[in-house]
């Protein structure tokens, strides 16, 4: 069989669109299942593509009321006093939690421990929590530790994502529910004698 140019050309234009129409799918298919926010379908992959940090907000209420907690709110928007989430977790006690999707070369800064503090008298909660998708800076694992505040960060996400999927239930709700570390102020004031 001979092959002639138009026969070249037209095979490799219907390979290019048919390679076209697969990532097409591959990539409304994802869309959709973050739009859904399923959290037995949603991967850290899935995560790290989310438009914005609604997708992810969402995502972990669904996650948190299929971990089976109680009274699970996700605030609104742009007034939501620092809390993206409230619930009630295993010990009865009301938990806040600030969501933060950011990448690892954007570390999760003091700001994000200052606001879910700062929220918990608004929401009447014992325990303030953050959770990213990224890391932190020493700064806000100094601040989080003298005020109480628990921070999980992506290895974290990870581990109750996988034991959530591996229906180990318990064992992902004992990451959240692990005490906050603790620390005494570092805070050491340099008293002036005066003149």
Same mark, same amino acid.
């Not at 490799?12 to 994802?30: E, G, Q």
């Not at 009630?88 to 994000?112: E, I, T």
């Given at each position: 069989? %001979? ?10 234009? *219907?390979?290019?669109? !048919?390679?076209? %129409?697969? %990532? ?19 991967? =850290? ?21 299929? +971990? ?8 609104? #928007? ?10 009630? #977790? ?6 806040? =939690? ?11 800064? !003091? ?17 303030? +929590?953050? =959770? ?18 628990? *921070?999980?960060?992506?290895?974290? +996400?990870?581990?109750?994502?996988? !034991? ?32």
């Amino acid at each position: 069989m %001979i092959w002639n140019t138009t026969t070249i050309l037209t095979a490799a234009i *219907l390979a290019l669109l !048919l390679v076209l %129409i697969v %990532i097409r799918l591959v990539s409304n298919r994802r869309r959709r299942i973050r739009r859904e926010a399923n959290p037995r379908k949603i991967t =850290l992959k899935d995560i790290d593509l989310m438009s914005d940090g609604s997708e992810f907000e969402l995502y972990l209420f669904h996650l948190f009321r299929e +971990l089976g907690y109680e009274e699970v709110y996700q605030t609104t #928007g742009s007034r939501d006093f620092g809390a993206d989430l409230v619930f009630r #977790g295993l010990d009865g006690r009301r938990n806040v =939690l600030q969501a933060k999707r950011y990448g690892q070369s954007n570390p999760v800064g !003091l700001g994000a421990v200052q606001e879910i503090y700062a929220s918990m008298r608004y929401y009447e909660a014992d325990r303030a +929590l953050v =959770l990213t998708s990224g890391r932190y800076t020493e700064g806000s694992r100094t601040l989080a530790a003298v005020n109480g505040v628990k *921070l999980l960060d992506r290895e974290d +996400l990870e581990d109750i994502i996988h !034991l959530f999927k591996s229906r180990r239930l318990d064992e992902a709700i004992a990451i959240i529910e692990e005490p906050a570390e603790f620390l005494e102020s570092p805070w050491n004031p340099k008293v002036k004698k005066a003149n």
